[in-house]
């Protein structure tokens, strides 16, 4: 831990998120296996590896989809319980999946608001006011989206992914996941999203960003990690290495001199 | 994530600008009405109007469609549950057996328990019997609810097992003796000429329902224009009032002119002391108590699934269930509370059915599971989960008690009925399945 802390010479003193040590396994087989990992305000940082690697699954120990079985997660340095999504949202921390985790039957509002709906004087939907504020959000993202009417499974592909990112960022998010956040969309959505992910960074969120494409990650990210058969091969910062050297890292598990060797790194 | 205005699809009818009415199409989309619910409105038409011909008018009478909505009450009312349990992608095969085990229960409850308590004909006999069956039936529900969220056995297994278990247990209630008779307020809850509220009540009913219907049309209205929303034009909406107004006043009309029979009416006269010499009055049935409850039933779950954060998770675990659980959707409680609420259900149409009947029976509510699933399914209730409403189910339940009772006055036999019902199922699905991909 001390030894990314040193390699990490960051302004502000504790991370927005710290997860330590942090293990899981299914069956027998770890899939996550005593990674450390951490996030500073206003950082983007990239996670890295092969599919299979364990990535999905440590931001989902994150996100509240599984219980971690050993390991530690801080929030602006307290130590924090997160056994079901709605402990992670209540830390303020978000996700937008890789399946993006659409209800495709009911309408954007609908989505952007579940689990969290709006309610009137009576404790009913209010529907209207969801309506409002969906306009007002997707405005921001989509400028031209209309259908708010119509279920989402009738949206085009970049769409739905607006109204899975105006879920996430809705509610006052401090700490984003994206979960290989361009990998159904095309090159105009892909700048769009990375114009966000800018946007986001300035206003102090952190952003955790899972991707195999190497070239999105060094665009974005401030830093990376990278991971291999469950565990954490090193830590770097994007300018201290080079795009072969995070290849060697996420194929061989080799750590450059530019980076910070973790358990996983291969002597 | 700006999608490029050339994929765009056209803007939805709500955004047209208002006031265009080029064609009939535009017309009809400015009335924002559901085409599935016109098409099963259509097809109950077409079943009824078929029916009336191959009677020679035997079939749209008042005294018929009086019947039929006293007949389709019981299913009507469980089959408001069973579009959330299928919604959520689940089963309930039970839903026969648990109205026979509650019906059992209410039966043994007022007809010897609460008597010896407190004699026969007290006036808290029916509420207590009511009461007793929606718990107990909201309790069946929920334990298989419980052990179908919390255990993960899968809702066919559970309510199969249930389907045995509790007719098993109707049976022992009273080790297969039929009770009977009922007690007298409660048989009203069955229909008959002393469970219809006649003309006066029925009007009352009738204006209170349009009210209320114009009120939240334009409440909604008032609101959505007040975000700055589309709303229909003036028109549309006086459209959509009129047609709404029509329906529930056409329906206090025909069960106003459902008369008593002559012999009733007499000992009404007579028991007020009147003189039965001038001719006997036109006295009116006025609507049925189980169709008030069943109506009554629709709209509190209507609103249920519509407006309230419990529908939309319903719909939204049907929809996705691995989104509703990322989203912190308590997706099992959730669950509980499905098959809780149609065991609930079951236990009113137990009451509705046993005061029909005014007895209780081990057998009652034998094969109801199929005719409640099928009434959903007919009315638009996707197997595949995430779709269905509740009017469309219980408009589903009239279609197949139209079709019952259609052949039963055509002098069809039962086993041909029964072959009738099964193929207009198939035919229905399949044919929302056409319509379902002709929306791709």
Do not use: C, Q, T, Y
């Given at each position: 831990m001390t030894a990314l802390a040193t390699a990490v010479p960051q302004t502000a003193s504790t991370p927005l998120v710290e997860m330590r040590d942090v293990s899981i396994a299914f069956g027998g087989i770890k899939a996550v296996d005593g990674v450390s990992i951490d996030l500073y305000p206003g950082e983007v940082v990239g996670l890295l590896g092969h599919n299979g690697a364990g990535k999905s699954t440590l931001i989902k120990i994150l996100s509240g989809a599984y219980a971690a079985d050993h390991g530690e997660i801080r929030v602006n340095g307290e130590p924090v319980h997160i056994t079901s999504p709605r402990d992670a949202k209540r830390c303020g921390i978000e996700t937008i999946y890789q399946t993006l985790?659409?209800?495709?039957?009911?309408?954007a509002a609908a989505n952007i608001f579940l689990g969290r709906e709006k309610l009137t004087a009576w404790g009913t939907l209010d529907d209207h006011a969801m309506e409002a504020e969906a306009r007002k959000v997707m405005g921001r993202l989509?400028?031209?989206?209309?259908?708010?009417?119509?279920?989402?499974?009738?949206?085009?592909g970049g769409q739905r992914q607006s109204v899975a990112i105006a879920r996430a960022i809705h509610f006052d998010a401090r700490v984003l996941i994206m979960d290989e956040p361009t990998a159904a969309l095309g090159p105009a959505e892909t700048r769009q999203v990375g114009e966000l992910v800018k946007q986001l960074k300035q206003e102090g969120i952190g952003i955790f960003l899972i991707s195999h494409d190497i070239h999105d990650v060094f665009d974005l990210a401030d830093r990376i990690h990278v991971m291999k058969n469950g565990k954490l091969v090193g830590t770097a910062r994007v300018a201290d290495v080079t795009q072969d050297e995070v290849l060697g890292m996420i194929i061989l598990g080799k750590c450059p001199p530019g980076a910070v060797p973790g358990p996983g790194a291969t002597a | 994530m700006a999608e490029p205005s050339t994929t765009l699809s056209p803007a939805p009818p709500a955004e047209a600008p208002a006031g265009r009415r080029a064609g009939i199409g535009d017309a009809l989309r400015a009335l924002e009405l559901d085409t599935r619910m016109v098409g099963m409105i259509g097809a109950l038409a077409i079943v009824w109007i078929g029916f009336d011909i191959l009677t020679g008018g035997a079939f749209l009478t008042p005294r018929n469609l009086w019947n039929l909505s006293v007949q389709t009450a019981s299913v009507g009312v469980m089959a408001t549950g069973m579009v959330l349990v299928i919604v959520t992608r689940n089963i309930d095969l039970s839903v026969g057996s648990i109205l026979g085990f509650t019906g059992m229960v209410v039966g043994v409850l007022q007809a010897r328990f609460l008597p010896e308590i407190w004699?026969?004909?007290?006036?808290?006999t029916w509420v207590m019997a009511v009461l007793a069956a929606v718990a107990v039936g909201g309790a069946v529900g929920a334990v298989q609810g419980a052990i179908i969220a919390y255990l993960g056995v899968s809702s066919f297994i559970v309510t199969l097992g249930g389907l045995l278990v509790w007719r098993g247990a109707a049976w022992w209630v009273t080790t297969g003796q039929t009770v009977a008779p009922m007690d007298g307020l409660f048989k009203r809850l069955g229909g008959g000429f002393e469970g219809a509220i006649g003309a006066g009540p029925s009007w009352a009913v009738g204006i209170a329902a349009v009210l209320l219907s114009v009120a939240a049309i334009l409440v909604t209205r008032r609101r959505r224009a007040g975000f700055g929303f589309p709303v229909r034009p003036l028109w549309a909406e006086g459209v959509v009032i009129l047609l709404v107004a029509a329906a529930i006043v056409g329906a206090v009309l025909v069960v106003n002119s459902y008369p008593l029979p002559v012999p009733v009416v007499r000992r009404m006269m007579e028991a007020q002391g009147l003189s039965t010499d001038g001719g006997l009055p036109f006295v009116a049935h006025g609507f049925a108590i189980p169709v008030l409850i069943a109506l009554a039933v629709g709209v509190g779950m209507t609103f249920l699934s519509r407006r309230t954060r419990f529908g939309r998770y319903v719909f939204a675990i049907g929809g996705n269930p691995e989104a509703a659980e990322l989203s912190g959707i308590n997706t099992r409680r959730v669950m509980v509370m499905v098959f809780g609420l149609m065991g609930a259900l079951c236990g009113l149409s137990a009451c509705i059915a046993t005061a029909r009947l005014n007895a209780a029976t081990n057998a009652n509510g034998t094969l109801d599971e199929l005719y409640v699933i099928a009434a959903a399914i007919i009315g638009g209730t996707s197997m595949a989960g995430g779709v269905g409403t509740i009017l469309g189910a219980m408009l589903g339940a009239m279609v197949m008690q139209s079709l019952q009772s259609g052949m039963v006055l055509l002098g069809v036999d039962a086993p041909m009925q029964n072959i009738v019902v099964g193929l207009v199922l198939v035919a229905a699905v399949y044919v929302d399945t056409l319509y379902r991909r002709g929306l791709k």
């Open positions: 985790a659409l209800a495709d039957n009911v309408d989509n400028p031209h989206f209309r259908r708010f009417k119509e279920p989402v499974k009738a949206l085009s | 004699g026969f004909d007290n006036p808290l």
